[in-house]
């Protein structure tokens, strides 16, 4: 059962303010991952404390270098369940994981970091983990 959306709102924003795009439908999600070509990072946003306090700290810090995807794209777990599952058929060859961050590049899997390369680590490590993939994919 999904929380109340009045309790996720502001773990939303946390990524929408940066300048996310949510994808909330199948449709949303076959419109950005199904047909973009330009480098796309995906996060799998979730409720969890290392969502919070780990993976979108992280995410913020590694956009402030020089080299960065050129779409910026989220699912929330166990909120907009369909997207979500929808998103998980463009990450091949991992289970199922929130959080989690996809890297895309001509519309292919790049870069893959699951909830078990987040969770007890610090954001500005994590952080560098992505910035590496980005000088390496984008």
Do not use: W
């Amino acid at each position: 059962m999904p929380y109340p959306e009045m309790m996720v709102a502001p773990m939303r924003e946390d990524l929408v303010r940066v300048g996310f795009t949510e994808m909330r439908t199948p449709a949303d999600v076959d419109a950005v991952l199904g047909a973009e070509k330009r480098t796309t990072l995906l996060v799998v946003n979730s409720v969890c404390g290392c969502a919070a306090a780990m993976m979108r700290p992280a995410v913020y810090l590694s956009l402030q270098g020089e080299k960065k995807p050129e779409v910026l794209t989220t699912v929330f777990a166990g909120q907009d369940m369909d997207a979500t599952d929808r998103s998980r058929d463009y990450i091949t060859g991992f289970p199922p994981s929130s959080p989690s961050i996809a890297l895309f590049k001509d519309g292919e899997l790049a870069y893959f970091m699951q909830r078990h390369q987040i969770e007890g680590r610090h954001p500005e490590d994590i952080a560098g983990d992505l910035q590496a993939a980005y000088v390496e994919h984008c």
